[in-house]
């Protein structure tokens, strides 16, 4: 990330009253970046807390408004099948709000592998890097 866009952070990262806290293992911020909202997780993402992070997106998603969305995976350490589940789920979910979801993965941690073994990677919008995904987002006309 370029040092202009770090000065850029904004945390918006606190959970609506009455919601329940992230479950252990995973810990999920928002944060505004050049305008768009930046929802980044770190830790392990499994049948436990799977659900936690595709709700994490969604309410990212509603949050960014007509700004874009951006899910930056890179500080994840491990991601199962729940996980991919979690990534389809709210790619959907962006998709029936006219939305595009760019995930940024580093392709030295270990969320690309079962991103491409299961072919994945041909249904998620991937990038290396949250500058890359948000000159994606802001080039392409929302559908």
Not at 59 to 74: F, K, Y
């Amino acid at each position: 990330m370029h040092r202009s866009r770090r000065a850029t952070l904004q945390d918006v990262s606190e959970r609506p009253q009455g919601e329940s806290p992230l479950p252990p293992g995973l810990a999920v911020v928002r944060r505004i970046v050049d305008g768009a909202l930046v929802v980044a997780a770190e830790g392990e993402v499994d049948l436990n807390t799977a659900p936690a992070l595709n709700a994490a997106i969604a309410r990212g998603i509603d949050q960014a408004g007509e700004g874009p969305c951006v899910v930056d995976l890179t500080g994840v350490s491990f991601l199962d099948s729940a996980g991919l589940t979690a990534l389809l789920h709210a790619t959907v979910y962006a998709e029936a709000h006219h939305r595009r979801l760019p995930i940024v993965v580093d392709s030295n941690r270990p969320v690309i592998r079962p991103i491409q073994v299961t072919g994945l990677d041909d249904n998620l919008a991937l990038y290396h890097t949250v500058d890359e995904a948000l000159n994606a987002s802001r080039s392409i006309e929302p559908s």
